[in-house]
């Protein structure tokens, strides 16, 4: 089924150290995998994304990777700062509809 | 640029009670989602509209949730009757080629 599971639920690290959320989805026809940060009572904002042509795209500090055999794609923080404590959501658009589905989200939070 | 405009932000309703909300999305953004995130849990699709017509509603629960974009722009949706399951923040999006833009969300409380 139409299915992206995203690991871990939660993460802790140090202020400058670096940070990876992974995620696996289902439908090997998805072309199109965007990361969503999500502050505490606001909306979703679109922070990267990856198309399946490609298999990593970077932008300052974050990057995303892609491995379409394995059907994984991760992002990548490197010199954490405050104020990327947030909740980050991956997503995959499934080919059916060219709807997008969303993982549970990672919890992540930046230790001073 | 404007983006997408919801309202109400906030809700507080009874079990049984009926309620609406509406969504505008950016100009000119023919794709319009409405999506339900439960606290801690990252959204789930609802139903998705391509200019007045329905792409996709098969997680819309149909016996008590409907929605609609008459004229392929504003959309709103409505509960009727609400379930205390249904709390949750109800997120509208638009699109442009691949980004969705999501507006502030109606924050629905059913007690």
């Known amino acids: 089924g139409e299915n992206v599971e995203q690991h871990p639920s939660t993460l802790s690290v140090q202020e400058g150290d670096s940070a990876v959320i992974k995620c696996t989805y289902s439908?090997?026809?998805?072309?199109?995998f965007p990361w969503y940060k999500q502050e505490l009572g606001k909306r979703p904002q679109l922070i990267i994304d990856?198309?399946?042509?490609?298999g990593e795209k970077k932008d300052q500090r974050i990057a995303v990777t892609l491995n379409k055999t394995a059907k994984h794609f991760s992002l990548h923080i490197t010199e954490t700062q405050p104020e990327d404590s947030a909740v980050y959501f991956c997503?995959?658009?499934?080919?059916?509809?060219?709807?997008?589905?969303f993982g549970s989200g990672t919890r992540l939070s930046i230790r001073p | 640029e404007a983006g997408v405009a919801q309202s109400p932000r906030y809700k507080i309703i009874e079990k049984r009670q009926s309620v609406a909300f509406w969504c505008n999305p950016i100009?000119?953004?023919?794709?319009l989602y409405w999506y339900q995130q439960i606290l801690g849990q990252g959204p789930k699709l609802l139903i998705q509209?391509?200019?007045?017509?329905?792409?996709?509603d098969s997680q819309l629960p149909k016996d008590r949730f409907s929605a609609e974009r008459l004229k392929g722009v504003d959309s709103t949706l409505k509960i009727q009757p609400a379930k205390l399951e249904d709390s949750a923040v109800y997120l509208c999006?638009?699109?442009?080629?691949?980004?969705?833009?999501f507006g502030p969300g109606t924050r629905l409380t059913v007690l």
């Open positions: 990856i198309r399946s042509n490609v």
């Open positions: 999006a638009s699109k442009e080629a691949d980004t969705q833009y």
């Open positions: 439908d090997s026809a998805s072309n199109y």
């Open positions: 997503a995959a658009r499934y080919s059916s509809a060219s709807k997008i589905i």
């Open positions: 100009s000119g953004h023919a794709t």
């Open positions: 509209f391509q200019n007045n017509g329905v792409v996709d």
